[in-house]
């Protein structure tokens, strides 16, 4: 069945969506995106990605679209027109095509920006097998620009650091700089010592995930004890366990790094009890 999606005011069959070969995304990576989970036919933890998307705009000086205000409407009606009941919701803004190809941008105020949305069917979501057993990351050098913090659509080097892992036998990649681990390609890192949860500290440096912060709440409510630092990846190998967190991977166990076990190379009770946590409260404020 051919999805249904949005481009700019207009619910569209895939194969009919079209937007502009001078639309600065296509030349400059010139936007930014969020990908909102379903999970029962409702949106995981909107309100917050939808807070990120302002700030983001904000930050590359974008004009909000005009149906901002109406995007839980917008992802709602996608995820009834192409029957979601786990899966995703991307959506993306970028400057548009204000004209032909140029470096600098005009007055954000004169500029139309584009804005797109689809949805991705994932059955099994919540029940991933990857989450039983654990997955197995590499380290890369992380040599991003320095604005991670703003979660533009520039992924090549993540889309890279995916591939190298998968050359190595890996399922994904942890990042470092200046000795420390940053995030992973596409996700939060985390690790578990002595009982502690470890994951490095906000700044222009990592993503502000919504599920990082909504997962280091459900951690202190329940009295588990919380650090915010950089780590190393001498101690992700001397961890008693390690994860990720994601809005598509919810909380996922990490067993091994660069080919070293982690803990006992299964996943850990923290990891395990936090995905379990996230999940059930997640789904009852689901929208």
């Known amino acids: 069945m051919t999805r249904t999606v949005y481009v700019n005011g207009d619910y569209l069959p895939e194969d ?12 400059m990576a010139d936007g930014v995106y969020e990908v909102t989970s379903v999970l029962g036919g409702k949106l995981i933890d909107f309100d917050g990605h939808l807070k990120r998307l302002e700030r983001s705009l904000n930050e590359l000086e974008i004009k909000k679209p005009a149906a901002f ?12 027109l192409n029957g979601i009941d786990e899966g995703l ?17 005009p007055d954000p ?4 920006p584009t804005l797109v949305l689809f949805t991705q069917a994932k059955p099994g979501l919540a029940d991933s097998p990857a989450a039983k057993t654990g997955i197995k990351v590499i380290s890369i050098d992380d040599i991003r620009w320095g604005r991670r913090d703003i979660k533009t659509v520039q992924l090549l ?10 050359k190595a036998g890996a399922d994904d990649a942890w990042m470092v700089e200046d000795g420390f681990v940053t995030e992973g390609t596409s996700n939060n890192a985390y690790i578990v010592k002595d009982g502690v949860i470890i994951t490095r500290n906000l700044g222009t440096d990592i993503l502000h995930g919504i599920t990082r912060a909504a997962v280091l709440r459900f951690a202190r409510e329940a009295q588990m004890k919380v650090e915010e630092r950089p780590f ?5 190998k001397a961890a ?6 994601s809005a598509s991977a919810f909380v996922m166990p990490v067993v091994a790094m660069d080919g070293e076990t982690i803990g006992d190379g299964v996943p850990g009770p923290v990891s395990l009890r936090l995905r379990e946590i996230y999940l059930e409260e997640s ?4 929208v």
């Not at 009919?16 to 030349?27: G, Q, T, V």
């Not at 919701?89 to 941008?105: E, H, I, K």
Request: no cysteine; proline share 3%.
């Open 16 to 27: 009919e969506a079209k937007i502009s070969i001078f639309d600065r995304a296509f030349l």
């Open 69 to 80: 205000d109406d995007l839980i409407e917008i992802h709602r009606k996608l995820v009834e």
């Open 89 to 105: 919701v991307y959506l993306q803004v970028t400057r548009g095509a204000p004209g032909d190809r140029d470096f600098a941008f």
């Open 109 to 112: 105020e004169t500029t139309e």
């Open 157 to 166: 080097y993540p889309s890279m650091g995916k591939m190298m892992a998968k």
């Open 232 to 236: 190393t990846i001498d101690e992700v």
């Open 240 to 245: 008693d366990e390690a994860f990720f967190t």
């Open 283 to 286: 789904r009852a404020v689901a």
